[in-house]
């Protein structure tokens, strides 16, 4: 889809609405949330989480729910639209929002080796399928030795039942809620079609391990979208 990131800023107004229609959406960013601060523990010199395709803000807030003591956390989006939206919401200190393309960081701005974890929610899908190994070897790079890497993602590929069901759901209510309350059909078209086109959960894994992760799992969610959304887990190796 060209122009996606005016897409998205065409909707930012009302995605927030449109995302809590989503039965169990806040849920599975909590439940990925805080997978990531378990894997990730304690950190005495201060826990830094960098939160990719941050969006409005419901990761941002998802990884703070999941962390008992304030961390530093920058997010990161394309949208300018989405980031006011993110901006206009109440923050402790240490958070942060900045705009930027993933897999064209500035990586040595953003600090090489200095974040202990990654969260990345609905993101691969959305970098086109000869930039994906580029944009996990960028956050491999930006992980700290020992740091995780958590994504949660659609992917349907390889399952005729799921991607059934993704089709039913797109095309039954995704798309009609996007008309009638977003009058931004075309996004949500695309959000349809990059599900399709995503690849298979064993691919995405591959690609986890050919970008230098290790320790690479992943599982899916329960409900209606048990074999849809996926959240994957994946480590960069201490240093020997």
């Known amino acids: 889809m060209r122009g996606l990131a005016q897409a998205f800023d065409r909707g930012a107004r009302r995605y927030d609405l449109l995302v809590s229609l989503n039965p169990g959406y806040h849920d599975h960013l909590d439940s990925a949330a805080a997978e990531l601060l378990?894997?990730?523990?304690?950190?005495?010199?201060?826990?830094?989480?960098?939160?990719?395709?941050?969006?409005?803000?419901?990761?941002?807030?998802?990884?703070?729910?999941?962390?008992?003591?304030?961390?530093?956390?920058?997010?990161?989006?394309?949208?300018?639209?989405?980031?006011?939206?993110a901006r206009a919401k109440r923050w402790p200190d240490g958070v942060r929002f900045l705009r930027g393309r993933c897999g064209a960081l500035d990586v040595e701005g953003l600090g090489?080796?200095?974040?202990?974890?990654?969260?990345?929610?609905?993101?691969?899908?959305?970098?086109?399928?000869?930039?994906?190994?580029?944009?996990?070897?960028?956050?491999h790079e930006l992980l700290a030795p020992g740091g995780w890497l958590v994504t949660q993602e659609y992917s349907v590929a390889g399952d005729r039942r799921a991607a059934a069901t993704w089709d039913a759901v797109s095309w039954g209510v995704i798309v009609p809620l996007g008309v009638a309350i977003d009058r931004n059909p075309g996004l949500y078209r695309y959000l349809w079609r990059s599900v399709r086109d995503f690849d298979s959960t064993t691919a995405f894994m591959d690609r986890l391990a050919g970008a230098g992760f290790v320790d690479v799992a992943c599982r899916t969610v329960p409900g209606w979208q048990r074999g849809i959304l996926h959240t994957f887990v994946a480590r960069k190796a201490d240093e020997s």
Do not use: I, K
């Open 38 to 85: 378990r894997r990730v523990g304690p950190r005495p010199a201060g826990l830094r989480l960098l939160d990719l395709a941050c969006g409005s803000g419901a990761s941002t807030r998802a990884l703070l729910r999941a962390s008992r003591n304030g961390p530093t956390v920058l997010g990161v989006d394309l949208s300018e639209g989405m980031l006011e939206q």
């Open 112 to 139: 090489p080796g200095s974040w202990h974890g990654v969260f990345a929610s609905y993101l691969f899908r959305n970098v086109p399928a000869d930039g994906r190994d580029g944009a996990l070897r960028e956050a």
